[in-house]
């Protein structure tokens, strides 16, 4: 691929991602101050159960993962842990609930 074709393919990914994380940022503004018509989230269960927000019980989230800190990790005695937990952002109150295995989607 020539320098230009590289060029104009980071441009795009850019794009992207910028539209990603602005439709992400709109939503949960949307979700916090309480709008209807908001983009819906997704729902998801984790041991079989359907996840609900643990402080206002709405069940719409955004999906997102983060970095565990080791130090922390070993505090709690968690070093079997994967380096790495999901987070589920409440799409009305902002509330993030952590999983340290992926939940899974639900209808
Ligand atoms: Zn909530």
Redesign the pocket.
């Known amino acids: 691929m020539d320098i230009l074709e590289s060029v104009r393919e980071a441009g795009d990914a850019r794009t992207r991602y910028h539209r990603a994380m602005a439709g992400f940022f709109k939503a949960l503004r949307a979700g916090l101050n309480g709008e209807p018509d908001v983009a819906e989230g997704d729902r998801f269960t984790a041991a079989g159960k359907v996840i609900t927000?643990s402080?206002?019980?709405?069940d719409r989230f955004a999906e997102g993962h983060a970095q565990l800190n080791t130090a922390g990790m070993s505090f709690l005695n968690l070093d079997w842990a994967n380096r790495s937990a999901a987070t589920l952002a409440?799409l009305?109150?902002?509330?993030i609930e952590w999983f340290l295995h992926d939940p899974d989607s639900a209808e």
């Open positions: 927000c402080h206002c019980a709405h409440c009305r109150c902002g509330h």
